[in-house]
């Protein structure tokens, strides 16, 4: 079955220091991984993708997020943090092979917040 | 472009009563599923419809039914309410044809309180 663990619920950067928000995955196959950012009152937006390319994914708003198939992990992170980062991040893995379905599965969330 | 749009926004219901939570898609788009999300929790995938037929479901009781209208939009009913069944209920859409891209649109949510 496919799952994925958030290690951290929340995490505190100060504007403009690095975020590095992490996430362990569980699958039996190749798995597309995703990162959804949920700020206050608004609804999911999907913030990057993985699907068996590249290993490095360029998101939006300078996020990116590597895949490492050996320490089955898919961390998110930006250089630079900014006030408008401060949301819920949720890490993701698609439960059908090839990412070909609609039935996400979420993890429990991370609540990034951003100290000026 | 209007994004996915949901009503109500909240509402307010007794156990044992019965909800419908309804959920218009981005516009283009064919497919529609519903997630649940507790409170401090992900969301949990409820079920998927395209063709105004159910094509997945989650782990979910028959309580939670669904709709697709042929204009694509959706309903959500919820029978016999549970206290547990307080949520963020999410609605997001996506084109059958790009589902493996596994990018879907989300509305805001119903918030649906249980007393």
């Known amino acids: 079955a496919q799952s994925v663990t958030q290690l951290d619920s929340h995490v505190s950067v100060s504007e403009g220091t690095p975020v590095l928000l992490r996430c362990n995955y569980s699958s039996s196959y190749s798995p597309s991984l995703f990162w959804y950012v949920q700020h206050p009152n608004k609804g999911l937006q999907l913030l990057l993708k993985y699907t068996s390319a590249a290993t490095l994914v360029k998101g939006i708003n300078g996020f990116e997020a590597e895949f490492k198939k050996s320490e089955t992990s898919f961390h998110l992170t930006k250089p630079s943090a900014h006030m408008s980062d401060a949301a819920e991040y949720f890490c993701v893995v698609s439960d059908g092979y090839g990412g070909a379905t609609n039935k996400l599965i979420f993890g429990t969330g991370t609540l990034l917040a951003v100290q000026p | 472009d209007a994004g996915v749009t949901q009503s109500p926004t909240h509402l307010i219901k007794t156990r044992g009563q019965q909800v419908t939570l309804r959920c218009s898609p981005k516009?283009?788009?064919?497919?529609v599923c519903w997630y649940q999300q507790a409170l401090g929790q992900g969301p949990q995938f409820i079920f998927q419809?395209?063709?105004?037929?159910?094509?997945q479901r989650g782990n979910f009781p028959d309580r939670f039914s669904g709709h697709q209208f042929p204009n694509y939009s959706s309903e959500l009913n919820v029978n016999a309410l549970l206290l547990g069944d307080s949520a963020l209920y999410l609605c997001a859409s996506s084109r059958l044809a790009e589902m493996n891209t596994g990018e879907l649109f989300f509305g805001e949510g119903s918030r649906l309180t249980v007393l």
């Open positions: 419809y395209y063709e105004e037929e159910e094509r």
């Open positions: 516009s283009g788009h064919d497919t």
